[in-house]
């Protein structure tokens, strides 16, 4: 079964600290992978797409993906209170627009 | 330019009664998916439709819930006979399915309650 992992949490960061979420996922024919911020009673929002090795920044967030090691990571730099959220990973195959998500990481971060 | 548009925003049913979500894709978009997010749970897909086609509905209980994609007009997920564990929220997003996919923009999502 394809699955994309995620810590529940919650996550507690104090603000102006770096937050760092995990994701694992079990399908090596995974080629995409997105970092979606959800707020209570809210819808997702896409904030981060990554596809190849590596890191790719923008602005306060950086993703990270190692292949090998079925592995994408979320840090986000200088923490705002604003940024507390639930933050869904998901991952999808080549060619296929059909998302599989995580099922979210809570995070707090503290004043 | 509107995003996504999803109507109802909330939905309240009896048990035994039809809900009807509608899903309006972003202008130029034709091919639609809808996610169902249980209470304190990730999304979960549950079909991938294009104008008059059925592409992918897999996630889809085999029971009591359809979706469809007219020519013209929104999508929709028609749910029959709602039970309470049907209370979830739904969000649609649309693409307009280029050799690149970054990712597509959910709307605002409608919230159903089954009492």
């Known amino acids: 079964q394809k699955e994309v992992e995620q810590n529940s949490g919650p996550l507690s960061v104090p603000e102006g600290a770096i937050a760092s979420l995990n994701c694992t996922y079990s399908?090596?024919?995974?080629?995409?992978f997105f970092w979606y911020r959800q707020y209570s009673g809210k819808s997702p929002e896409l904030i981060m797409f990554i596809y190849s090795n590596g890191d790719k920044e923008d602005g306060r967030f950086t993703a990270q993906l190692n292949k090998a090691s079925q592995y994408v990571s979320l840090l986000i730099r200088d923490s705002q209170p604003s940024d507390s959220a639930t933050y869904l990973c998901?991952?999808?195959?080549?060619?296929?627009?059909?998302?599989?998500f995580g099922t979210g990481t809570r995070l707090t971060i503290i004043p | 330019n509107a995003g996504v548009m999803q109507n109802p925003r909330h939905l309240v049913r009896r048990r035994g009664q039809e809900a009807r979500l509608r899903c309006s894709p972003m202008?130029?978009?034709?091919?639609v998916y809808w996610y169902r997010q249980l209470p304190e749970e990730g999304l979960k897909f549950m079909v991938y439709l294009q104008k008059e086609n059925i592409i992918d509905e897999s996630g889809m209980p085999k029971e009591r819930f359809s979706a469809e994609f007219p020519k013209e007009g929104p999508s929709i997920l028609r749910i029959q006979q709602v039970v309470r564990g049907d209370s979830a929220a739904y969000f649609c997003?649309?693409?307009?399915?280029?050799?690149?996919?970054?990712?597509?923009?959910f709307g605002s999502g409608t919230r159903l309650t089954v009492v």
């Open positions: 202008k130029g978009h034709s091919h």
């Open positions: 997003a649309s693409s307009p399915r280029t050799a690149n996919f970054y990712g597509y923009t």
């Open positions: 998901a991952a999808s195959n080549f060619g296929n627009e059909k998302l599989t």
């Open positions: 399908d090596r024919g995974s080629q995409s």
